[in-house]
């Protein structure tokens, strides 16, 4: 049990990981506020998927439970679709809005501008990361909940700005 929960949390980790090597970068406190602005929104982000899914959980495991699995597999596919248009709606919320999501943060030009195309990652991670845990739920309501094994393999060397953190 301990190392499925290490490896769980290790996203948790490298994404720690990534603020602290935020700070390395030249223009060090442009690229630690963008970074916590990015970590903020998220976060922010993540919760309403995560709390799709433990609907999703306690749905798909009452259908279960009730011995009705026709009916946990449909709410399990209710879940994957309506997760994703939830999940689609919030990256364009986050890639659209970004500009105005970004001054709620901070008015300094020089901040906005470095921010801004970092939010269209944002935006891909939040979809990604949103359907994953959204379907997750369903995973879990069954009984099932494995961990994902995240490639550790992290270049130590890299050139570039805060965007190629998240590529490495």
């Known amino acids: 049990?301990?190392?499925?929960?290490?490896?769980?949390?290790?996203?948790?980790?490298?994404?720690?990981?990534?603020?602290?090597?935020s700070g390395t970068l030249p223009e060090a406190e442009?690229?630690?506020?963008?970074?916590?602005?990015?970590?903020?929104?998220?976060s922010i982000c993540f919760m309403p998927p995560l709390s799709w899914g433990m609907a999703?959980?306690?749905r798909v495991s009452n259908e279960l439970g009730?011995?009705?699995?026709r009916a946990a597999k449909f709410a399990a596919q209710?879940?994957?679709?309506?997760?994703l248009c939830l999940v689609v709606i919030i990256a364009l919320a986050v890639l659209l809005g970004r500009r105005?999501?970004?001054?709620?943060?901070?008015?300094e030009a020089e901040v906005l501008d470095y921010a801004d195309p970092i939010m269209s990652i944002c935006a891909i991670y939040v979809a990604?990361?949103?359907?994953?845990?959204?379907?997750?739920?369903?995973?879990?309501?069954?009984?099932?909940?494995?961990p994902s094994f995240v490639d550790l393999g992290f270049r130590p060397?890299?050139?570039?700005?805060?965007?190629?953190f998240w590529f490495a």
């Open 56 to 58: 999703a959980n306690t």
């Open 66 to 69: 009730a011995g009705k699995p």
């Open 1 to 21: 049990m301990a190392v499925p929960n290490f490896l769980m949390i290790s996203e948790w980790w490298a994404a720690e990981i990534i603020v602290l090597m």
């Open 128 to 146: 990604l990361d949103g359907m994953c845990t959204a379907a997750s739920g369903s995973l879990k309501g069954c009984g099932r909940a494995m």
């Open 78 to 83: 209710v879940n994957y679709c309506l997760g």
């Open 100 to 107: 105005a999501w970004l001054r709620l943060f901070t008015s």
């Open 30 to 42: 442009v690229s630690l506020t963008s970074m916590a602005i990015f970590s903020n929104t998220c």
């Open 157 to 164: 060397c890299f050139r570039g700005d805060l965007r190629t």
